[in-house]
């Protein structure tokens, strides 16, 4: 089980970039029911939370990012988004998505870079 992570790129502070995680078929069954989070790594360190949906719909931000990065999922496509507005040169880093709390093996990510 390995989720995709696209649509990073290099965008300049207060810009704005829309992340897309596609789940693979073979969860496709719990993928519905699973909370899903989105996750940053910066080089040396560890993955910190970024943003959670629920099954329910109900989502969680970090405070770094509350008001700024929003996350929706689609269950009928497998697909977590996370839309990030008014990016600052701190959110770069890369970005993965997986269960929230216990997690699946990780996927790609995909790098975003917010230049000052």
């Known amino acids: 089980v390995q989720l995709q992570a696209s649509g990073g790129g290099f965008v300049q502070a207060g810009g704005s970039l829309r992340l897309s995680c596609r789940a693979p078929?073979?969860?496709?069954?719990?993928?519905?029911?699973?909370?899903m989070a989105w996750y940053r790594q910066t080089p040396g360190s560890e993955r910190d939370f970024v943003a959670s949906i629920t099954s329910g719909r109900t989502t969680n931000a970090a405070d770094s990012v509350k008001g700024r990065f929003t996350i929706s999922r689609d269950n009928s496509r497998r697909m977590i988004y996370l839309q990030m507005n008014s990016l600052k040169p701190e959110d770069t880093g890369v970005y993965y998505c997986?269960?929230?709390?216990?997690?699946?093996?990780w996927g790609q990510g995909t790098q975003v870079t917010v230049s000052s």
């Open positions: 997986n269960r929230l709390g216990t997690t699946w093996p």
């Open positions: 078929r073979a969860i496709l069954s719990v993928f519905s029911s699973a909370d």
